[in-house]
Nanobody
């Protein structure tokens, strides 16, 4: 019913910048909180940043001052601007959203994207 598609990942050197996007589509009434998570090989999936429907943001300590989360509600799109990237930022980045969907009424459900790989070389 709802698809989240991430894009923008890639391979780059430490110190570089990258912007990830996540586009939501489907039977969307509105999108509540949206989040970016990341998962490095052999590690747990960690919350990176959150933005509420009102635009309030929160960041994990390990990305504060380097990453910026934003959203374009008109386009149902989430962004993650990453700068001063470090090799330890290497991971698959996932978007996650709480979405009000229209399906036999309106209900709130959680959705995940398929992930986009970010690799930072030293």
């Amino acid at each position: 019913q709802v698809q989240l598609v991430e894009s923008g990942g890639g391979l780059l050197q430490a110190g570089g910048s990258l912007r990830l996007s996540c586009v939501a589509s489907g039977n969307i009434v509105s999108i509540n909180a949206i989040r970016w998570f990341r998962q490095a090989p052999g590690k747990q999936r960690d919350l990176v940043a959150t933005i509420t429907s009102g635009g309030t943001t929160n960041y994990a300590e390990f990305v504060k001052g380097r990453f910026t989360i934003s959203r374009d509600n008109a386009k149902n799109t989430l962004y993650l601007q990453m700068s001063s990237l470090k090799p330890e930022d290497t991971a698959v980045y996932y978007c996650n959203a709480d979405v009000y969907v229209s399906s036999r009424g309106i209900r709130l459900s959680e959705y995940w994207g398929q992930g986009t790989q970010v690799t930072v070389s030293s």
